[in-house]
């Protein structure tokens, strides 16, 4: 029965861990991404699709860094697809950004295909940071009541 207990509390150790990791990387851009460079673009397309029981947004645009053409289909990092947690509804961020409007896009120079409309984290970036730090004290909490 120990056994049992310590092996599912280093599984949620493990996956807090995990989840940690995932969520600082994402914090990282999120954040990061308010200091990146701009540099102008145009939206090509944009339009509120369904699909599975979702709505969702799909914008996309283009830009140039160095004399190189990307496209890029991230408005932000703010969004949630968190039940209960607010976000701007999609027929609002698609009036934002019609097809052919002109956009200031912030790109990241260490990697100039990563880029954003809306720069700045939100509560989605911070989430699996959140959940990671929660598995972890909770598989901490379950092997300290198996080992007492």
Sequence with gaps: MIEQALFLACGLVSLGVILAIIGALAVRHAAGSQRW???????????????????????RYRYSVAEKTY???RVSYRGSS?????????????????AGKPVQV????AAPDRSVLEPGAGLSAY????????????????GMAALF
Excluded: I, K, W
């Excluded at 968190?82 to 019609?98: C, F, N, Q």
């Excluded at 912030?106 to 120079?109: A, L, Q, T």
């Excluded at 989430?127 to 379950?142: E, K, N, S, T, Y």
């Design 106 to 109: 912030h790109y990241d120079p």
């Design 71 to 73: 496209t890029g289909a």
């Design 127 to 142: 989430a699996p940071l959140a959940a990671g730090g929660l598995f972890f004290v909770l598989g901490l909490v379950a």
């Design 37 to 59: 460079p701009t540099t102008p673009g145009e939206v090509l397309s944009s339009r509120v699709a369904r699909g599975e029981g979702n709505t969702y947004v799909q914008v």
């Design 82 to 98: 968190l039940p209960g947690l607010p976000t701007d509804p999609p027929e609002a961020t698609v009036s934002r950004y019609p």
